[in-house]
């Protein structure tokens, strides 16, 4: 079992939708909570991080995280073509040289 | 500010050559971080450099080695490589020092490595 587990998708929306994308981890001392978007052939951009439980919103975006569950969130709301993109979610452990530990995407597909 | 930025952006290899991947970190970034990211999953680390030292690595062999230089820019050098090495490069720089435990990493576009 991988320790960052997200379903590749494909997921396909029309546009205004919202969108949920999650992920399941397995290692409890992770408490640092990312979500990437990767455009093809670009690098990932950092969308929201979140610190240990509980919800953070940024315009469409809005971060959860469920630590006794041990599952994370990204929703977006009204979604648009330019959200069409690779969806990472990363984690890390406090301290150290802040590694983290990406699942390996979802593939999310806005169409008009 | 300057952005991350990695060369060459594509790159055609053999099995058994070695390569020599670049990356420029961000103004005023003193640390960076090598990933591979295969298709259709998600980087893994490879190796961190901070002031010009190796500061952690993850489950990649020694013919994966790295450099880090006193500007903080930073090569990826892989020997003798084999057909699984075809992947994305990914550089990311971050700024290690601001009592936080979390810092922003930065990614570069990427270099794509065929290897043939």
């Known amino acids: 079992q991988k320790e960052v587990e997200q379903d590749p998708g494909p997921l396909s929306v029309p546009e205004g939708a919202i969108v949920s994308l999650n992920c399941t981890y397995s290692n409890s001392a992770f408490q640092y909570f990312m979500w990437y978007r990767q455009y093809s052939r670009k690098g990932p951009e950092l969308l929201m991080y979140t610190y240990s439980s509980g919800n953070k919103e940024d315009g469409r975006f809005t971060a959860q995280v469920d630590k006794s569950s041990k599952y994370i969130s990204l929703f977006i709301r009204d979604s648009q073509p330019s959200d069409s993109a690779t969806y990472l979610c990363?984690?890390?452990?406090?301290?150290?040289?802040?590694?983290?530990?990406f699942g390996r995407g979802t593939s999310l597909i806005v169409h008009p | 500010e300057t952005g991350v930025t990695q060369s060459p952006t594509h790159l055609i290899k053999t099995r058994g050559q070695q390569v020599t991947l670049r990356c420029s970190s961000q103004s005023g970034h003193n640390t960076v971080s090598w990933y591979q990211q295969a298709l259709g999953q998600g980087p893994q680390f490879i190796f961190q450099?901070?002031?010009?030292?190796?500061?952690g690595r993850g489950n990649f062999p020694p013919r994966f080695s790295g450099l880090q230089f006193p500007n903080y820019s930073s090569e990826l050098n892989v020997n003798a490589l084999e057909l699984d090495d075809s992947a994305l490069y990914l550089c990311?720089?971050?700024?290690?020092?601001?009592?936080?435990?979390?810092?922003?990493?930065?990614f570069g576009p990427g270099t794509r490595l065929t290897v043939l």
């Open positions: 990311a720089s971050s700024k290690t020092g601001q009592g936080s435990s979390y810092n922003e990493q930065f």
């Open positions: 450099y901070y002031r010009e030292e190796e500061n």
């Open positions: 990363a984690m890390n452990t406090p301290g150290g040289s802040y590694i983290p530990t």
